[in-house]
């Protein structure tokens, strides 16, 4: 397998650590860390990268806003997007879904969904 | 023609037809024996046929081989049946134990994270800040507090809160209420059932006392869950544990640090003044 470029943004660090500490799990994976969707966008733009994950609410910009933006890049128009959030209603999870996200996960944290979800997306 | 001569004329007519009608009576007389005759020998043959038939089966050498490797094959079938069907049993077991010991992965390596974590630092305000992420994003949590014990006047004080406004919640002596006792004891509170739960500062609906062995300098009180959290999972159960241990020595660490450093700043500034 070929190495996958994976971006996972997350404003607490230990959650960060918590889903980077699972994704390792699988082989080939490089896993770049962003604070906020801000510093997200930064590194989207710097590297190629094959999938993201993201939190929904964090500070300077959301979750969602970055979904948004990435979709309107065409780098990024098929880039497979997980969202992981406290956010548990459906509302919130449509919403998601209608601005590109692939997946939504709810949080606490998930790993064996989170691991099938990404193998899942990746066919890996 | 005369009278006479045409009655010996109808005379002989009826002769002849009686000698043909005599003739087809014999011919039907022997169509009927040669039936008969027919019909025995089929049914001769048809039982011949049967007995040779039902010999060849029962009694060729062949035929007798044949039938006991039948029966060792139908035999075999059935062993290899009961023995996939044994398999099959294992591979279920195997399945299921490999999502168990998966599960059990994934919780050793988050209560990994999660001790690395509160352990990571000795700036107390970080270590709240990290038991804070923890409860959130571990358990489930949506409203909660730590309060911790102030041992000049025996009371638990607010320090930190997720989803709720810190200085609003109580101050709770030692041994009083849900939250005193906890500390009191030293035991988790679960509340019995979440069915119909208001929130009620002073009975949250679980309290974890925050312990260096059996010294409980804190408590963390939960009020409310995530909407998609209905219940605790066993997870939930060693993770009230790891955090009674591991926040406690963190908190209790990082607090000893600020005081010290608290304390050499004030003993270099009198040096400072001393030496100047």
Request: aromatic share 8%; glycine share 6%; net charge negative.
């Amino acid at each position: 397998m070929t190495g996958y470029k994976v971006l996972v943004v997350e404003d607490s660090p230990t959650m960060r650590q918590l889903i980077v500490f699972a994704l390792k799990r699988i082989r080939g994976f490089q896993i770049v860390e962003a604070n906020d969707g801000v510093d997200g966008l930064k590194k989207l733009s710097a590297d190629k990268f094959d999938l993201i994950l993201t939190d929904i609410n964090m500070p300077i910009m959301d979750g969602l806003k970055l979904v948004s933006m990435v979709r309107n890049d065409p780098n990024y128009k098929e880039t497979p997007i997980i969202v992981i959030t406290t956010e548990g209603a459906t509302e919130d999870r449509e919403r998601a879904l209608a601005l590109g996200a692939n997946e939504y996960i709810t949080k606490p944290i998930q790993t064996m969904k989170i691991l099938e979800t990404v193998k899942k997306l990746m066919s890996v | 023609m005369s009278h006479h001569d045409e009655e010996i004329d109808a005379a002989g007519r009826a002769d002849e037809f009686l000698q043909v009608f005599k003739k087809g009576a014999e011919f039907t007389q022997d169509l009927l024996k040669e039936n008969e005759r027919l019909r025995f020998r089929v049914v001769q043959l048809e039982e011949t046929l049967k007995e040779k038939g039902h010999d060849t089966v029962d009694e060729s050498p062949d035929a007798i081989e044949l039938k006991k490797k039948i029966e060792v094959l139908e035999q075999e079938k059935e062993e290899i049946l009961g023995q996939i069907k044994v398999v099959e049993e294992e591979n279920q077991n195997f399945a299921n134990r490999y999502i168990e010991i998966e599960e059990e992965n994934n919780m050793l390596a988050n209560l990994y994270i999660a001790s690395y974590q509160l352990h990571s630092t000795l700036d107390f305000k970080e270590v709240l800040q990290i038991i804070l992420e923890i409860v959130i994003n571990l358990i489930g949590a949506e409203e909660f507090g730590v309060l911790l014990l102030d041992e000049k006047t025996n009371r638990l004080e607010p320090v930190a809160s997720e989803g709720l406004v810190t200085s609003e919640l109580p101050s709770v002596a030692v041994g009083e209420g849900i939250i005193g006792e906890a500390v009191h004891s030293g035991e988790n509170y679960f509340i019995d059932s979440m069915e119909g739960y208001e929130r009620d500062f002073e009975k949250p609906i679980v309290c974890i006392p925050l312990k260096i062995k059996e010294h409980v300098i804190g408590v963390i009180a939960i009020y409310k869950l995530f909407t998609q959290k209905d219940e605790f999972t066993n997870v939930d159960y060693e993770l009230f544990t790891l955090l009674a241990g591991h926040a406690a020595t963190a908190v209790f660490s990082s607090r000893m640090y600020s005081d010290s450093e608290r304390k050499l700043s004030t003993i270099q500034g009198f040096i400072d003044l001393l030496t100047k």
